[in-house]
């Protein structure tokens, strides 16, 4: 099973990619499972400060596979389900970033957007897919895609299904960046090594929660909050240590997330 998703660490930043090439890294039970299971050992592992998903070969992930979909709708699938949802890379504290470099379809689009960040191959292929499998927004999709980049742009990309460009998911404001598809990978890296190196692994836990879960809340309700989170940070060595390495003009030393 883990050969389904492989894993490589460099430098703080753990990359991880779904490793279905031949099926453009279509979704199953298990590849979900092993990804998951990865994610929460990079989560435990002080070693690990920022994740790169990615995709092997020509997609990211095309969606579900359609075994799958096929046995669905015959009656003949018989698999658990894990109990963890599609959208659990939202629970991990550390930042995750989706690098898309090819099709990036249906659930594998749900599974782009509960990144923290997303880059993307600017030729790479994007759709929802739903409604031209005579299906619906899954997976918390319909929640998550207003709020990124409005209910106009949601209803026709939901809609019409149609397929667009990861240039074109940039300017929708789905994705972070978009960059020829040779550099994806060194880009995203480099990103993400600035991040390991100069960012506090639990200052970017608790902003993560922040960002995801402040959408419900008031402005004032937001701002009480930080107030809250900020008075925790002026007594973690993190903060110390941020203000000695910027007077000290060096790389900060901050410590690895503890539980």
Not at 6 to 22: A, H, I, K
Not at 222 to 242: H, I, K, N, T, V
Request: with cysteine; charged share 25%.
């Amino acid at each position: 099973m883990s050969d389904l998703v492989l894993s490589s660490l460099d430098e703080g930043v753990l990359t991880l990619t779904f490793n279905r090439p031949d099926r453009l890294n279509a979704w199953t039970d298990a590849l979900g499972r092993s990804y998951f299971d990865l994610l929460e050992q990079a989560e435990r592992d002080p070693g690990v400060r920022v994740i790169i998903v990615t995709g092997a070969g020509k997609g990211f992930c095309a969606g579900a596979d359609f075994q799958t979909l096929a046995a669905l709708q015959d009656g003949s699938y018989d698999q658990e389900p894990d109990e963890r949802p599609n959208i659990f890379p939202t629970t991990i504290r550390k930042p995750i970033i989706a690098a898309v470099n090819g099709a990036c379809a249906g659930l594998g689009m749900v599974h782009a957007l509960v990144c923290d960040l997303i880059f993307t191959a600017a030729e790479a292929k994007w759709t929802t897919a739903f409604v031209r499998r005579g299906l619906v927004a899954e997976y918390g999709i319909a929640w998550i895609l207003p709020r990124l980049i409005g209910q106009a742009k949601s209803m026709d990309i939901l809609l019409s299904g149609r397929t667009f460009t990861g240039a074109e998911a940039v300017e929708l404001g789905l994705a972070s960046r978009a960059v020829p598809g040779e550099r994806l990978l060194e880009e995203t890296l480099t990103y993400a090594r600035e991040l390991a190196t100069h960012s506090s692994p639990t200052s970017m836990a608790v902003i993560k929660r922040q960002l995801w879960g402040d959408w419900e809340k008031s402005l004032e309700g937001s701002a009480a909050e930080a107030e809250r989170l900020m008075a925790e940070s002026f007594g973690r060595p993190d903060f110390g240590e941020g203000v000695a390495s910027f007077l000290e003009r060096r790389a900060p030393a901050f410590p690895p997330l503890t539980a």
